[in-house]
């Protein structure tokens, strides 16, 4: 079955004379080498299955003379059907046996182009002279092979023009393949033009075939040919030759059709601005003749090769180059507009725009499609952006190169979720949008702000090519809407080519995988497929050789070609979240997630984050935008649960915890008190459940919830620590202090009690109460003798108010603050909260990130608790008689027990607060090894914590400018039951 499908039949040349009868100046024998002659005869001796697989097996060479019959053979000589003779597709992908070339010469890279002759002028064919000759390895800068056979006839004249070239017609059998290969990742079928003498052509009488033409291109390089050829001179006109099969005379006597006209009239001026000075290079948009049209189709139909001599690749180059050009640095043009949407740091940017919120990647996918791209200083040097078209590498996996300090692949990149992602935009027709940092060095014009967003495109193109040593997947993408004005344009430049103005890129089967990739790069064809032997391989065999980076130059056909989709032209938004309110009063709905995420300011495009509780303001100095939309309010009744009731009675619990923490439960004054206690912790926490008597009590938690509503208290987001994050930072919750100044890592302002809210008074007398009834159980004293002990030693005089709304939170943290008091306490008012307790990292893992053993003792429940408790003696003793050896022994305890400082601890307590409930911890030791965390499920809630600061522990310019007073108000609630 395999011989079968490779049979394919030799044809022989006829050429028609002017009176109609034949030329018998075609027909010539052309004598192949020796070696050649010796392998064909091997052929003849074994099954062609056997020397197939044992030997690389060529055609004989010689082709009888016109008139004579010949037994057909196909491609290994085994004898075929005979079938009537006809002219068939000359078959282009470069021959190994090429009499005319080296035995080691590699196939190159094509370009779709045929010959031309001017106006009035004929190509004739000439005797070349008998020096054999051979392809030259050497090679440019670019990698470009460079030919030395191009001259010119001192005769000829471009009025006079005969010109000796010498063309091999290869009109031997081929392999039969029909294109039945998987294509290139969303790219069709190639289209490749047919090569189609222009005018009177000779072809060559000896297989010592050389070129003379008048220009630098070498047609002997690009000429398929195999051991069958055998061209002899003969002279005909242009109406001799039919385009069809490529090359072969044909019996027609008309006059050829001209190449259809382009239907882009721009690309057609620009083709003929690129190559006005190239008059015997026709119009590279000569339609392809389809695969059916002949039974001697190749597998490659490839289109002849550039040389480096050509007139066409030097303005291919000199078109690539003006392309890819860059200025670098400050000396940037300024944009010809002005960006439509942006920024000054990635929060704002991601809280903002529904297409991209990645606060550290540079893609950001959700429901398995990619919405946005961000290209900023980390840029491939191979990128490329113009008006219409970006080019970039994927991103991660990259390393600072220790010579040059550059970044550069460090791994193999795989096709992972981001490219499949793409792939399913791009079977939907969904476009993505592409955004550009201030430091990006491809980028064509200035940019005016940290992040602009460029536009719509539409991925085009994924592929892998190589970086040093390490495989990279890189994307193209075509603006979806072309007919927009692009403002990253440089100001006063006009675009250099549009769209489609240029023919298709080159596109091959790879003769080792036997798959279609794209040509990217002038240097030649490459197999793009990372798992083909012959990839990144100029002329994509595995014999031969790999680019080097700095050498590559884009093909412009490739960077201008067109992809088009159905909804080209389309314009979507780039602005997100104007939101607006229904008009009907609906408890919440200015408190949900789209009324604290960011705005875009319809006034000067910037991304704004919500910092405000009462609404948004535009953070550009020039801008006075202001949108605080109205509050409705939502009542306290409406918090009630229905599947969860809350009664007179003592409210059920809902707290989880592992096994390890113990649990104790008593009942008083209206509240269930859950009290947890963590071995090797010296303290505890307590959750205190309210009941209904407790909410709705006068002036209690449901009227001070609907108080904070009402009221101005001062709520904001605060700033915090950017990390790696460029532009301003602040926490996902708001807030305000009162009473004695807390500097934590969001430092909130602070105000004095004396004029503040009564919620505000109300919680720090609700929580003095709260704090000295567990007291008084924990330690068995009467609440008398405890609130003498606690005025003195630390009373609470601060209280932090935090308000969240819907889907904000707090992250895990701790509150062992220098110079705060040993007790802490939350009153939660409004929607439900989680809050969960676990230990710290490195208490947990028994290391550091940088691979150093905690020494403090473990604590029951850590990693290798037994284990490192058994060392922690030694290790003691190691700290006090030699402290170097300690440092050492510290770095080598992590190696023996095999402790890594990655992941957090599991949870050990899960407490679900409602609305009105108090949480209370106590103990250093609590707040040193654990950390907890609060998310909320519901539309509004306020959370507010009361802490003992020590004045003395303050620095002086942090100290308050007031006097915090006593508390005012003294709560009582040991008369509720």
């Known amino acids: 079955m395999a011989v079968s499908l490779r049979k394919q039949h030799s044809v022989e040349p006829r050429v028609e004379s002017s009176d109609g009868g034949i030329d018998s100046k075609f027909t010539a024998a052309s004598p192949a080498s020796t070696e050649l002659e010796e392998e064909a005869k091997s052929q003849e001796s074994g099954s062609d299955w056997e020397q197939g697989r044992s030997v690389k097996k060529v055609k004989t060479s010689k082709i009888p003379k016109v008139g004579e019959t010949k037994p057909d053979f196909d491609d290994y000589g085994t004898l075929a059907l005979q079938r009537p003779q006809r002219a068939r597709r000359v078959p282009q992908r470069f021959q190994y046996n090429n009499p005319l070339s080296s035995t080691k010469s590699r196939p190159r890279n094509k370009i779709s182009s045929i010959l031309k002759p001017k106006a009035g002028q004929r190509y004739n064919l000439q005797k070349p002279t008998s020096q054999k000759t051979t392809r030259t390895s050497a090679r440019n800068k670019y990698g470009f092979p460079i030919s030395d056979q191009a001259s010119v006839r001192a005769g000829d004249s471009p009025d006079n023009s005969k010109q000796s070239i010498v063309v091999s017609l290869n009109v031997g059998s081929e392999r039969l393949a029909r294109f039945e290969h998987e294509t290139e990742e969303g790219i069709p079928l190639p289209s490749t033009p047919a090569w189609t003498p222009a005018d009177d052509i000779l072809l060559p009488t000896s297989h010592e075939s050389s070129i003379e033409v008048q220009g630098s291109y070498n047609l002997n390089d690009w000429a398929p040919r195999t051991s069958d050829d055998s061209p002899q001179k003969v002279t005909y006109t242009m109406r001799d030759v039919d385009s069809t099969p490529q090359g072969v005379p044909s019996q027609k006597t008309d006059q050829p059709v001209l190449p259809p006209t382009p239907t882009s009239a721009s690309g057609s001026d620009n083709l003929a601005l690129l190559l006005s000075d190239l008059p015997r290079v026709a119009s590279l948009f000569e339609p392809a003749p389809s695969v059916a049209d002949s039974e001697s189709t190749t597998e490659d139909e490839g289109v002849p090769e550039i040389l480096e001599g050509s007139p066409e690749v030097h303005e291919l180059r000199a078109l690539a180059e003006q392309l890819t050009h860059r200025q670098v640095g400050k000396s940037k043009p300024e944009p010809a507009g002005a960006p439509e949407v942006w920024a000054d740091g990635r929060q704002e940017l991601c809280e903002t725009l529904h297409y991209y919120r990645a606060y550290q990647s540079a893609c950001y996918s959700t429901g398995g499609f990619a919405r946005g791209f961000m290209f900023d200083k980390v840029a491939h040097a191979r990128d490329y952006i113009d008006s219409n078209v970006v080019i970039s590498r994927a991103g991660g996996g990259q390393l600072k190169d220790k010579e040059t300090g550059e970044l550069r692949a460090g791994r193999d990149q795989v096709d992972d979720s981001v490219a499949q992602n793409l792939r399913n935009c791009k079977s939907h027709y969904n476009p993505v949008v592409i955004l550009a940092g201030v430091d990006n060095p491809h980028f064509p014009s200035q940019p005016p702000h940290q992040y602009c967003v460029m536009d719509y495109f539409k991925p085009t193109h994924i592929w892998f090519e190589k970086d040093g040593k390490s495989k990279i997947v890189r994307y193209r993408f075509e603006k979806l809407n072309a007919k927009k004005d692009s403002w990253w344009r440089p100001k006063g430049s006009t675009e250099l080519m549009d769209l489609g103005s240029l023919p298709p890129p080159n596109k091959e089967v790879c003769q080792v995988c036997e798959k279609i990739s794209t040509q990217v790069y002038l240097n030649g064809w490459m197999c793009l497929q990372p798992t083909c032997r012959a990839f990144w391989n100029i002329h994509g065999l595995e014999e031969g050789y790999e680019p080097e980076d700095a050498s590559l130059i884009y093909d412009p056909r490739f960077l201008k070609q067109k992809t088009p989709w159905p909804n080209d032209d389309h314009n979507y938004p780039l602005t997100s979240n104007n939101v607006k309110l229904s008009g009907h ?339 250093r030791e609590l707040q040193k090894y654990y950390e907890h965390a609060v998310e909320h499920a519901g539309k509004l809630r306020f959370a507010l914590t009361c802490r003992y600061i020590d004045a003395e522990s303050l620095k002086e310019e942090d100290r308050a400018a007031y006097e915090v007073g006593p508390v005012i108000g003294g709560y009582d609630g040991s008369g509720l039951m």
Not at 700 to 725: A, C, H, W, Y
Not at 791 to 805: D, K, M, S, T
Request: aromatic residues 8%; positive net charge.
């Open 585 to 923: 009063s609906i408890p919440g709905e200015d408190t949900s997630q789209a009324f604290w995420l960011g705005t875009v300011c319809p006034d000067c495009g910037r991304c704004n984050s919500r910092l405000n509780w009462l609404g948004w303001e535009c953070g550009n100095p020039t801008c006075n935008f202001r949108k605080e939309p109205p509050h409705t309010l939502v009542p306290a009744l409406s918090l009630r649960e229905p599947l969860w009731p809350v009664t007179s009675g003592y409210t059920l619990s809902r707290d989880t915890q592992s096994s390890r923490v113990n649990v104790r439960v008593t009942f008083a004054h209206g509240y269930r008190i859950n009290r947890y206690s963590i071995p090797g912790i010296s303290g505890f926490i307590t959750h205190t459940i309210a009941n209904k008597t407790v909410l709705e009590e006068s002036g209690g938690p449901d009227s001070m919830f609907e108080e904070l509503q009402k009221v101005d208290i001062g709520l904001r987001r605060r700033s915090m620590p950017n990390g790696q994050l460029k532009g301003p930072n602040h926490s996902r919750h708001f807030t305000v202090n009162y009473g004695m100044p807390y500097k934590f890592i969001a430092a909130a302002a602070s105000h004095s009690f004396d004029g503040a809210a009564r919620p505000i008074t109300a919680t720090r007398s609700r929580l003095n109460w709260a704090a000295k009834l567990l007291l008084s159980q924990e330690r068995g004293a009467t609440m008398q003798d405890i609130s003498k002990t606690w005025e003195r030693e630390g009373a609470f005089n601060e209280v932090l108010a935090l308000g969240y709304f819907e889907s904000q939170k707090i992250n895990y943290h701790d509150d062992g603050e220098f110079g705060l008091g040993p007790t802490i306490a939350t009153l939660s008012l409004g929607a439900p909260g989680n809050m969960r307790i676990r230990m710290k990292a490195r208490h947990y893992h028994g290391v550091s990130t940088a691979g150093v053993y905690d020494d403090v003792p473990p604590l029951p429940g850590c990693q290798q608790y037994e284990a490192r408790l058994a060392l922690q003696p030694t290790l003691d003793a190691l700290k006090l008689s030699d402290p170097k050896g300690y440092t050492t022994q510290r770095r080598q305890i992590p190696k023996d027990l095999g402790l890594k400082g990655k992941g957090n601890a599991k949870e050990v307590l899960n407490m679900q607060l409602g609305h009105g409930d108090i949480v209370v911890m106590h103990g």
